[in-house]
């Protein structure tokens, strides 16, 4: 079946309105047939002609061809040639009229079917999933860099342990100074002692001359324990002195590093919060998208509802056609014609409820509801 | 892996307005302008349902029903018929030539993906 809504106003004004004013007459003036098949024509152009009255024809549409109408058959009765000659262009303007209709509901459906497809993969790749997946990674993330945040805080706490037994080795070094110190002052007396025996041994002359050696010895060992007393106070000093530098660096180092982990657990702690609102932001837009994607999914379901009118409309100016052609024949003929056959004839080629009630002189509208029987 | 559906309809337009609606839902869609040409397209070829409009040039709806039900890997595969035919004779000759459900235009695509899920085999 076939195309545009554009036209169909037009060739109905064309073709359907000047039946009525065409075949009154002529059933009024003593034929058989026409009264009520003119009727019949004439209502069906006529409410499909106000269905479509509002749509006005597109700029630049080109015109329905006209098609070739027959020769009238020569010596055929007036009516006759009339119906040969007319009756052929009210079909074929239908008929063009639904093709045009046809071919513009074809491209509407191609571009609700395109826009459907690209809202479903947008919707796809842009959906809620992936936000959830975001907010597992910032979870992630966030748990991963407090751990780094733990460790060198473990850090920090190791190395206090270290300070504090460099505080103690601290202590330790004082202690041995002062025994070095103790060591110098036993190697004085001692040289003191020493020198006091040597005073004795001359005082006993010849007597005295092993003994003054012996205290010469002993002075000559006070003399290197107070060097090597000397010898250690001044390298004890020296490791204190070491130490003493050490624990200060560590100490500063300690605190530097102190403010670093603080720094960095609210660096973290801020870069988390942001990246987790832009991420609660994220996941708003998303579901708002997600949202107007669904209004959108259902406008485009109720549009494809009403985009079915063309088939509706189709097999209502098929039937139309059909028996404009049918008349044509009947008619070029020249039999009689039994209005309430052909009426009831139509009225068996009708397939939609529509047609039944223009048929009977009721009004009727297309219904939008599906009617579903399952067998 | 999707379910395919067959749409036999010889208006286009109706046929992308089906195939919108039930490839949206995930289904595989194969289309016929008429009876003759969905049965040419059967054969070798794995058809879970079929939604099928009655007038149609060629081979109607109901000629191509009762043709189909005779190929033995077609006898129960479910079949729609998607038509503007609303009398109760039609649904009855319809009933008969073994379609399983009758879905009178203009449809609702909710609609009709009910009476496919709810048709359509395992």
């Known amino acids: 079946m076939i195309a545009v809504a554009k036209s169909i106003p037009e060739a109905l004004g064309r073709a359907g309105l000047p039946a009525v004013a065409f075949l009154a007459p002529w059933g009024l003036s003593g034929f058989r047939w026409p009264g009520a098949l003119a009727g019949v024509l004439a209502a069906g152009c006529t409410v499909a002609a106000r269905r479509f009255a509002t749509q006005a024809p597109a700029a630049g549409a080109p015109p329905a061809p006209v098609p070739e109408a027959p020769a009238p058959a020569p010596g055929a009765a007036p009516l006759a040639q009339v119906a040969q000659a007319v ?6 303007q239908t008929a063009e009229a639904r093709q045009q209709m046809e071919e513009a509901i074809r491209g509407l459906a191609s571009r609700f079917a395109g826009m459907h497809g690209e809202l479903r993969k947008a919707l796809d790749t842009s959906g809620l ?8 990674i ?3 993330g966030s748990e991963a860099l407090a751990g780094v945040v733990r460790d060198l805080a473990e850090g920090a706490r190791a190395r206090a342990v270290v300070l504090e037994k460099i505080r103690g080795l601290a202590a330790i070094t004082e202690e041995l100074r002062a025994m070095s110190e103790e060591v110098a002052s036993i190697a004085n007396q001692t040289n003191l002692l020493a020198l006091n025996a040597a005073i004795e041994a001359a005082h006993a002359r010849e007597l005295g001359r092993g003994f003054a050696v012996v205290a010469d010895e002993v002075r000559k060992l006070s003399e290197r324990s107070g060097t090597t007393g000397n010898a250690i106070t001044t390298k004890v000093a020296w490791v204190n002195q070491s130490l003493l530098e050490t624990l200060r660096e560590t100490e500063a180092f300690g605190d530097r590093e102190a403010e670093v982990i603080r720094r960095a657990e609210a660096t973290i702690h801020r870069v988390v919060e ?3 609102a832009g991420a609660t932001d994220l996941s708003g837009s998303a579901r ?12 485009i379901s109720g549009t494809l509802v009403h985009l079915q ?14 028996d404009m052609e049918k008349f044509a024949a009947e008619v070029a003929g020249g039999g009689a014609l039994d209005a309430a056959a052909w009426l009831r004839d139509l009225e068996r080629t009708y397939t939609t409820l ?16 599906s009617d579903i029987t399952f067998f | 892996m999707a379910k395919t559906i067959m749409i036999i309809d010889d208006s286009v337009s109706l046929r992308q307005v089906v195939g919108i609606a039930l490839a949206g839902a995930g289904y595989e869609v194969i289309e016929a302008c008429d009876g003759q040409d969905a049965l040419s397209k059967l054969t070798g070829q794995k058809v879970h349902l079929m939604v099928c409009d009655v007038n149609m040039p060629n081979m109607d709806g109901i000629t191509f029903l009762k043709t189909v039900r005779t190929l033995p890997a077609y006898k129960f595969t479910p079949i729609i018929m998607l038509t503007t035919e609303a009398g109760e004779e039609k649904k009855k000759e319809g009933q008969a030539a073994g379609a399983r459900a009758w879905v009178v235009k203009p449809f609702k695509p909710d609609q009709l993906l009910m009476a496919v899920s709810k048709l359509i085999l395992p």
């Open chain 1, 354 to 369: 529509e047609q039944l009630a223009v048929h009977h002189g009721e009004g009727a509208g297309a219904s939008d509801e």
């Open chain 1, 138 to 140: 910032i979870d992630r």
């Open chain 1, 309 to 322: 009118f063309q088939d509706r409309v189709s097999q209502i100016l098929q039937s139309v056609i059909a």
């Open chain 1, 288 to 299: 708002r998208f997600e949202e107007a994607g669904e209004d959108l999914g259902r406008e």
């Open chain 1, 274 to 276: 942001d990246i987790q």
């Open chain 1, 87 to 92: 009756v052929p262009v009210w079909a074929g």
């Open chain 1, 129 to 136: 999933e992936s936000n959830r997946e975001l907010q597992g």
